[in-house]
């Protein structure tokens, strides 16, 4: 079945830089690889997707990435800003429900 | 729209109790998902309902978990009898049911089980 790593589980950087979450899939099918971010006792929430079409997407200060042939994508946060700071979670999916979830990255932005 | 609504948002029992999670998809949504997320395992999909027909219930742990949807408004998650390494944040999820569309997450219940 799917499997989906998530690296790296915790990243550290400075406020205005940049953060990059990598995430790699083993089901060369999945085409719909979604974004989420949970905030200390909150609910995730999808921040941006992507789907097997497309090779990248952004929305201001994040974008996505993705690369079939190596079976990744990656989150890319500019100019972080302490409400960046959050676990996000990729996922990959190749049909109408079943997401497979990576393991999540604690991203935390200093001052 | 309120979002998806779950009740209790948290729930303390004593080990061997009946515990019943309620949730409410948005609605038009046809895609309905439990979630549990510890920190050991992350976030595992429990079942997934469409069209308030169970699909999936592979994640279920065992059979002292139990899930129902009996119309497009509510779902319940039920354990019996509970035990301590139920505890756990319990979320809900729907969808419009399309491929390639986002779940919403309800708030969650935290499960506490002593």
């Known amino acids: 079945g799917e499997n989906v790593e998530q690296h790296p589980s915790t990243l550290s950087v400075q406020e205005g830089d940049s953060a990059v979450i990598k995430c790699t899939y083993s089901?060369?099918?999945?085409?719909?690889f979604p974004w989420y971010k949970q905030e200390l006792g909150k609910r995730p929430q999808l921040i941006i997707d992507?789907?097997?079409n497309v090779g990248e997407k952004k929305d201001q200060r994040i974008a996505v990435t993705l690369n079939k042939t190596a079976k990744h994508f990656s989150l890319h946060i500019t100019e972080t800003q302490p409400e960046d700071s959050a676990v996000y979670f990729c996922?990959?999916?190749?049909?109408?429900?079943?997401?497979?979830w990576g393991a999540g990255t604690k991203l935390i932005i200093k001052p | 729209d309120a979002g998806v609504i779950q009740s209790p948002r948290h729930e303390v029992t004593e080990m061997g109790q009946e515990v019943t999670l309620r949730c409410k998809p948005i609605?038009?949504?046809?895609?309905l998902f439990w979630y549990r997320q510890t920190m050991m395992r992350g976030l595992e999909l429990l079942i997934y309902?469409?069209?308030?027909?169970?699909?999936?219930d592979s994640g279920m742990p065992e059979d002292r978990f139990s899930a129902k949807m009996p119309n497009a408004s509510f779902s319940t998650l039920k354990i019996q009898p509970s035990e301590p390494r139920d505890s756990a944040v319990y979320f809900c999820a729907s969808s419009p049911g399309t491929v390639d569309t986002e779940a919403f997450f309800g708030q969650g219940t935290r499960l506490t089980v002593v």
């Open positions: 089901d060369s099918a999945s085409n719909y």
């Open positions: 609605s038009g949504h046809n895609s």
């Open positions: 992507i789907r097997s």
């Open positions: 309902f469409n069209n308030n027909v169970p699909i999936d």
């Open positions: 996922a990959a999916s190749k049909s109408n429900y079943q997401l497979i």
